[in-house]
C-alpha cells in the first residue's frame, strides 16, 4: 500500500481538493434530481389456470384482474404522463419470473403486486401490503407460501427458482437474503398504500409486513404486494366481488400511487435537502425555540403543502408519534410571538418547545 507522508502544507492542498471534489459531487448529486415517475408496472395475481384463491362466489384471479385495470385506468385518466404496463390484461397464466421480468425490462419506476387474502377460517379480514424481506411471524409466512405455490403450475419452475420449495421455511431463510435495494422507497409506497385502503376505504388494517416473495424478489425497482382482503371472509368477499367495492380499492391504490409519485417527485426537486432534513440545521449545540403545531401517528406526506401559510416545518420522533413544528428561533420571545400567528391560522392549541441538537428539552 502507498504511504501517504505529506507534510502540513499538502495536507492543506489535500484538504481543499476534497473539498472542492465533494461540492462537485453534491452537485451531480443534485443535477441526477428532479427524476419523475414516468413508468408504473400493475400486476393482476394469478390468472389463467391458476385461479389463486377461491372464495364461495369469487376467483381471486377474476377479482386482481379487475381491480388491476381500474387502478391502471385511474393512473392514465389522472396521471397521462405516466405509462401503465400490465403483467396481464386478461385471463390468462404468466409465470412469477416473467412478470419481474416485464417491468425489468420495461425500466419500470414502480411494480405493484394485486391479490386477494385466504384463510381456513372465515374470521380473517383486512389488507396487508407486503414488501421483501425477512418474514417476523408466521402468518407473513403463510402469505408468502401461498402465494408462492403459484410456481406449482408453472413447468420450468426448477430451474426459474434454483429449486425453491415452496413450502420449506429455511427457502425462505435464503430468499430473505435478498435484500432490495429498494427496500425503503417498497416501505414507503406500502405505507401510502395502507393509509389509504385503511383510512379512506375503511379497511381493516393488518400493517405492513414483510416477507419473502417470488415475484417480488428479482424486480429492480421499489416493489409491493398488496392483499386487497379476505375472499374466505363472506363480507369482504362480497365487498371484493362488487363493482363498488373494487372501484374504491382501485381507487386507494391509484391515490396512494400520486401520493408517493408527488412525495417523490417534490423529494427529487434541484433546492437542496428536503424538507425532513431540517433537523440537520438544529444539530448543533444551540438550544432553539420551535412553534409545535400536532402531533400525528403518521408522517405528512407533503409537509410544506399540508402547513401551507407555515414557515420552517419540521418534525421529530417522539415515543412513535410525528410532532410537527413550525418556525424555528435563537429566543423564546421571538418564537412566542410567532406562536400566535400560528393560532391564528387554526391551530389552537400550538405551543412553544425548546430544542437542542434536534431533541426536545
Ligand atoms: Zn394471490
Do not use: W
Request: one cysteine or more; glycine letters at 6%; proline letters at 2%.
Amino acid at each position: 500500500m502507498l504511504k501517504l507522508r505529506l507534510n502540513s502544507e499538502k495536507r492543506v492542498i489535500l484538504f481543499f481538493i476534497i473539498l472542492i471534489m465533494s461540492f462537485i459531487m453534491a452537485d451531480e448529486a443534485y443535477a441526477q434530481s428532479g427524476k419523475k415517475i414516468t413508468t408504473v408496472v400493475i400486476d393482476a395475481g394469478h390468472g389463467g389456470k391458476d385461479p389463486g384463491a377461491v372464495g364461495k362466489k369469487a376467483k381471486e384471479k377474476d377479482v386482481t384482474l379487475s381491480v388491476a385495470k381500474m387502478t391502471g385506468d385511474y393512473i392514465k385518466q389522472y396521471c397521462p404522463d405516466v405509462k401503465v404496463v400490465y403483467t396481464r390484461s386478461s385471463d390468462v397464466f404468466v409465470s412469477l419470473l416473467r412478470r419481474a421480468q416485464i417491468a425489468n425490462e420495461k425500466n419500470a419506476d414502480l411494480f405493484i403486486s394485486i391479490h386477494c387474502n385466504a384463510n381456513a377460517s372465515p374470521q380473517p379480514c383486512g389488507v396487508e401490503t407486503f414488501v421483501m424481506g425477512e418474514h417476523r411471524n408466521a402468518a407473513n409466512l403463510e402469505v408468502a407460501k401461498l402465494e408462492n405455490a403459484a410456481i406449482m403450475y408453472e413447468e420450468n419452475a426448477q430451474e426459474d427458482y434454483n429449486n425453491f420449495n415452496p413450502n420449506s421455511t429455511e427457502a425462505y431463510i435464503m430468499l430473505s437474503f435478498f435484500q432490495s435495494e429498494y427496500k425503503n422507497a417498497s416501505l414507503n409506497l406500502a405505507e401510502h398504500i395502507q393509509n389509504q385502503l385503511v383510512q379512506r376505504v375503511g379497511r381493516k388494517d393488518r400493517g405492513v409486513q414483510q416477507a419473502g416473495f417470488l415475484v417480488l424478489y428479482k424486480t429492480a425497482m421499489p416493489s409491493v404486494l398488496v392483499e386487497i382482503g379476505f375472499l374466505s371472509n363472506p363480507a369482504e368477499e362480497n365487498f371484493l366481488n362488487s363493482k363498488d367495492g373494487q372501484t374504491y380499492i382501485a381507487s386507494a391504490l391509484f391515490r396512494a400511487f400520486r401520493d408517493y409519485k408527488n412525495a417523490y417527485e417534490k423529494e427529487n426537486v434541484t433546492e437542496g435537502p428536503a424538507y425532513e432534513n431540517n433537523n440537520i440545521a438544529a444539530a448543533t449545540d444551540k438550544v432553539l425555540y420551535k412553534v409545535q403545531i400536532e402531533s400525528r401517528n403518521r408522517k405528512v406526506d407533503n409537509p410544506s403543502q399540508h402547513y401551507k401559510g407555515l414557515k420552517d416545518v419540521s418534525y421529530y420522533e417522539h415515543n412513535g408519534q410525528y410532532k410537527y413544528t413550525a418556525g424555528s428561533f435563537d429566543t423564546k420571545k421571538e418564537a412566542d410571538e410567532y406562536c400566535k400567528t400560528v393560532k391564528t391560522k387554526g391551530y389552537t392549541s400550538a405551543f412553544v418547545i425548546s430544542m437542542k441538537n434536534g431533541i426536545r428539552l
